[in-house]
């Protein structure tokens, strides 16, 4: 009886074992091969208020966290660059980590910024960490990537403001380069004119400063967490607030975030978390 016990147990370790084996070579191959280039567009409405009529139904794309550079396949940013040019957006919005920080990027981004889709009424970005090199701190490299990305028609925005049609446009610059000035941003802002802001990365909102701002903030930074568990908080997530994530979050003072899963990677892995492009049509409340 006992050896009949021990046989059973071993064929069920066995089974359990293949079982395993069957079900993790898949979900590998998923994770590495399939979801990293998976995009899924998502399509919302962004309601404003005081939006200028003329501007009612006008969209607008976000993407970023592109991470041009040997993890990322060039082929597969392009397609993504195409998909977005199909769209047709009026107005295009990057939020940042155009590249990631190696020694060959700035010959690597020459290449690729050239092909950035522009909207109709406005493209317009920010920079991110990864943008300012190794350690987040070479403004030279930072210089150079905006400057590539102004002569592919992207206005890059250093705590700076920019006026589409009446709806300004606020872009911070990256709070891990020891670059970024809220209160800059905000002094240019006109009390009159509706707004939205592009913030790299989500902690932003948590600094001070942001009183009388009750707009929309547009984030990305975070790609989602990558690789998320399902009903589960991603293991690894860049960022303080570890609530960030991605999707819609409401704030204080009546404001609103969205955080962008990002259409690059630093490592060729990703589940449950797909790339995205996000079309917003903008609504007039």
């Known amino acids: 009886m006992k050896l ?3 046989v059973s147990r ?7 074992a293949r079982t395993v084996a069957g079900l993790m070579i898949p979900t590998g191959l998923y994770t ?3 979801e990293p280039h998976w995009v899924e567009v ?3 409405k962004m309601p404003i208020v005081g939006l200028p009529q003329s501007l009612t139904g006008t ?6 966290d592109l991470h041009i550079g040997t993890q990322v396949s060039d082929d597969y940013l392009l397609h993504c660059f195409d998909r977005v040019k199909a769209l047709s957006p009026d107005i295009v919005l990057y939020q940042g980590d155009f590249a990631t920080c190696v020694p060959e990027i700035l010959e690597h981004a020459e290449r690729m910024i050239p092909h950035l889709p522009n909207g109709k009424l406005g493209t317009f970005g920010i920079l991110g960490n990864h943008d300012y090199g190794p350690e ?11 400057g590539l990305a102004a002569k592919a028609g992207v206005r890059v925005l250093r705590n700076e403001v920019a006026d589409v049609g009446g709806l300004q446009i606020m872009g911070l610059d990256d709070i891990w380069s020891g670059f970024f000035d809220l209160k800059a941003a905000t002094a240019a ?6 707004a939205i802001a592009l913030s790299h990365n989500p902690d932003s909102v948590d600094r001070a400063g942001w009183h009388g701002f009750s707009s929309w903030i547009l984030c990305g930074h975070t790609h989602g967490g ?4 399902p009903f589960l908080p991603p293991p690894v997530l860049p960022v303080f607030n570890q609530n960030y994530v991605a999707g819609e979050y409401a704030l204080s003072g009546n404001r609103r975030m969205y955080i962008n899963r990002g259409l690059g990677h630093l490592m060729q892995v990703r589940f449950n978390a797909r790339p995205e492009i996000t079309v917003f049509e903008l609504e007039r409340v």
């Open 42 to 44: 998502v399509r919302r």
């Open 4 to 6: 009949l016990l021990n």
């Open 136 to 146: 987040w701190s070479h403004p030279r490299i930072a210089d150079a990537i905006a």
């Open 32 to 34: 590495w091969l399939w």
């Open 226 to 229: 990558q690789c998320k568990p």
């Open 59 to 64: 969209t607008l794309v976000q993407i970023g």
């Open 10 to 16: 071993r064929r069920v370790l066995k089974w359990a």
């Open 189 to 194: 802002l006109k009390p009159n004119l509706p």
